[in-house]
């Protein structure tokens, strides 16, 4: 290796320009702008020179120190300058903050949501119950701690938005880890341990009884787009997403092809959902076309369609407990107790995705005419017909 620590402190500022050895291939290169610290060694055949950094901010001592450990390196095979740029690149990675791997996660997942995620609902919890606390978190720093007492002041009082923050978290955090990120990915499940079981108990959405529903349905006559879409609502047990965005396109005659981003819970962008209409709905949406602007059935009095209070409002206002989206178990509660319509025809009829992946690849049916028949049925019994 020759001679070692050939240059002194008080040396070094003197030296004229020009490359001076210290011994064991470190070397100070003194240029008219600066000076620099180099080493230079030999690996797998290969000559190489690493920077040590600027004689300004880096001492001989310093200099010799990193030298001394690159040294090591090298007669572990290893490539000091390789193993350098890694560890700053696993530095850059790690730096991410939770906030910017959240707005990734969210625009990667985009296609999967319906409407491309513009109503918001799926980053809504992060956003208002994650991030004012812990956007600014690198996320490899983010442990189950942090998410419990980010999340303890809502877990009982909140509990679904809760849930539904620590859910969408998780796979966020998922996220982090398919772009290389050093996350711990059972942290969610930790914090759900540390915050124990919720003691909110969900209450299920007040639904009108079945036999009362022909008296109801039969009220909503004076012909306005709040009584028209109540009408539809009740006639075709849809949710009323779809229904508030009903379109003049969507209808072929008595079927009604929802598409498949408006429907819950599909994730198959292929897939459409029809709704078979019976004579009565056939009728409703003859009335409603009086209504219709660019196309839309249920528009509202400024632009667009009705809100999702519309309906709500309507039966509140009434002083009735119920909800419009209620409706879907009064139907269902029709169905089971007066026919003996199939399990499958019946959760069909509410757009519910029926039995397992295999069993839904083989199937090739959407009983439009099983469930047409039910409907018809339906449609005249809350209408007051035999």
């Given at each position: 290796m020759g001679v070692m620590n050939r240059l002194t402190v008080k040396g070094v500022a003197s030296l004229p320009e020009g490359k001076?050895?210290?011994?064991?291939?470190?070397?100070?290169?003194?240029?008219?702008?600066?000076?620099?610290?180099?080493?230079?060694?030999?690996?797998?055949?290969?000559?190489?020179?690493?920077?040590?950094?600027?004689?300004?901010?880096?001492?001989?001592?310093?200099?010799?120190?990193?030298?001394?450990?690159?040294?090591?390196?090298?007669?572990?095979?290893?490539?000091?300058?390789?193993?350098?740029?890694?560890?700053?690149?696993?530095?850059?990675?790690?730096?991410?903050?939770?906030?910017?791997?959240a707005e990734d996660a969210?625009?990667?997942?985009?296609?999967?949501?319906?409407?491309?995620?513009?109503?918001?609902?799926?980053?809504?919890?992060?956003?208002?119950?994650?991030?004012?606390?812990?956007?600014?978190?690198?996320?490899?720093?983010?442990?189950?701690k942090d998410i419990r007492d980010t999340l303890a002041p809502i877990w009982h009082t909140k509990a679904e938005t809760a849930r539904k923050a620590l859910n969408r978290l998780a796979i966020v955090m998922r996220h982090a880890a398919a772009l290389g990120l050093d996350v711990d990915l059972q942290a969610t499940d930790k914090a759900r341990a540390l915050l124990g079981k919720s003691r909110h108990k969900p209450a299920n959405i007040p639904a009108m009884p079945w036999k009362d529903v022909p008296a109801f349905y039969q009220s909503l006559s004076d012909g306005t787009v709040t009584h028209l879409a109540l009408r539809l609502l009740i006639l075709t047990g849809v949710r009323s997403g779809p229904l508030r965005h009903i379109h003049e396109d969507q209808i072929d005659g008595d079927v009604w092809t929802i598409p498949a981003a408006m429907m819950k819970g599909r994730r198959d962008a292929t897939v459409d959902?029809?709704?078979?209409?019976?004579?009565?709905?056939?009728?409703?949406?003859?009335?409603?076309?009086?209504?219709?602007r660019s196309g839309h059935l249920f528009p509202s009095i400024r632009k667009g369609v009705i809100s999702d209070m519309?309906?709500?409002?309507?039966?509140?206002?009434?002083?009735?407990?119920?909800?419009?989206?209620?409706?879907?178990?009064?139907?269902?509660?029709?169905?089971?107790?007066?026919?003996?319509?199939p399990h499958e025809v019946a959760e069909t009829v509410l757009g519910h995705i029926v039995g397992g992946a295999v069993e839904r690849a083989y199937r090739r049916t959407d009983y439009l005419e099983q469930r047409r028949a039910v409907m018809k049925k339906w449609g005249a019994y809350v209408a007051g017909k035999k």
């Open positions: 001076h050895a210290d011994g064991g291939g470190l070397w100070l290169y003194k240029r008219e702008n600066g000076a620099q610290w180099v080493l230079r060694f030999t690996i797998h055949g290969r000559r190489r020179e690493m920077g040590l950094g600027s004689a300004t901010h880096v001492s001989l001592k310093e200099a010799r120190e990193t030298a001394s450990e690159c040294r090591k390196v090298v007669r572990a095979g290893i490539d000091p300058i390789k193993q350098r740029e890694r560890k700053r690149r696993e530095a850059a990675r790690n730096i991410h903050l939770l906030k910017d791997i969210f625009e990667a997942r985009k296609a999967e949501l319906k409407g491309d995620g513009k109503a918001g609902r799926w980053f809504t919890p992060i956003e208002l119950h994650i991030l004012p606390k812990l956007g600014k978190v690198p996320v490899a720093d983010l442990d189950q959902f029809r709704v078979p209409l019976s004579t009565e709905a056939v009728a409703v949406i003859e009335q409603a076309r009086r209504h219709a519309t309906m709500g409002m309507f039966m509140q206002r009434a002083k009735m407990e119920y909800r419009p989206h209620g409706f879907r178990s009064s139907l269902r509660d029709w169905i089971a107790d007066t026919t003996d319509t």
